[in-house]
DNA sequence: TATAAATTATTTGTATAGCAAATAATTTGT
DNA sequence: ACAAATTATTTGCTATACAAATAATTTATA
């Protein structure tokens, strides 16, 4: 197998993980009954509530007019509350509620969890490939210094 | 650095490089006036027309008549045309005109270049661990059977 | 202090994507 | 010849996503 296959070999198997975080994760918005988007913006404001809009939609890397939108669902759904903020009443507070912060919990990163099971298992020499392999990759594509956004679908 | 900060390392990595694709292919399409969708069905067309209407839709995993919406655009837009087919005239085969197979050749792939154009400068163990790396995380997550699609934002 | 400028969330308008169900045209099976 | 299946489309609905305009408030400036 010469070098030009593994590189195909590892494309193939880099198109095979995107994938399977995307069925995972759209597997994931089955169970909850939520999109990806409002399910991404119930992980972040579980991570750090309260949020202001424009906090959100920055984190989410999204337009405000866009995350008002899924907020809007989201309330609708009991999931988020809206808080006029005290000190600047121009500012809304955005927070869980108790379902939305049960859904949070709920709500599975599978993908996640089978590669952290799964690398803790795994023997010390294939571990270190792992993670020298991983680091690589994002080398040539010159990101090493992105900060890393949460998996979504 | 124990184990599970490399496993967090290993996790943001993954996450840089899924940002880096998507950002990448966001750049395709505003280069090229095209959304990922549209992109997506011109790049299966340039390697496989003519293709039918069903069968685009079960490449890209989506419902014929979310298909047809985006073949209506593309149809607009002068890159697309459908033609009746003889042999079976419910059948509508699509194929990309001159300029949708101009587009298709200059819309870049940038991350897959970059990706192959590293691979084949890296030294032969780095080159071997990233192979197995990605083989590993490829089992790890029980895809290994999976048929890899293409690479989309 | 009064007023201009900036900020914050929202509304409005437009386009795209996505699905399910119904429909029309055609082909295949009986 | 007629019923059943197939193929693309239409229709109706929802969710994203953005830009531009708007309303309310705060900050800066004259």
Redesign the pocket.
Known sequence: MDRAEVIQEILDNLRRIFQAINEYSRNAEKETG?????LWAIKLLDETAPM????L?EA??????????????LENKGLVT?IR?Q???????LHLTQAGEDMAAQAPEVAQSMLIHGLNLLPAAEFHCVGEGMKHMVRLLGVEHLTPRPLRG
């Open positions: 939520l999109t990806g988007p409002q202001r809009v424009s906090q939609a989410m890397f999204l337009h405000p007019a866009t995350v008002v939108g899924i907020i809007d669902r809206r903020s000190e600047d009443r121009r500012a809304v507070d």
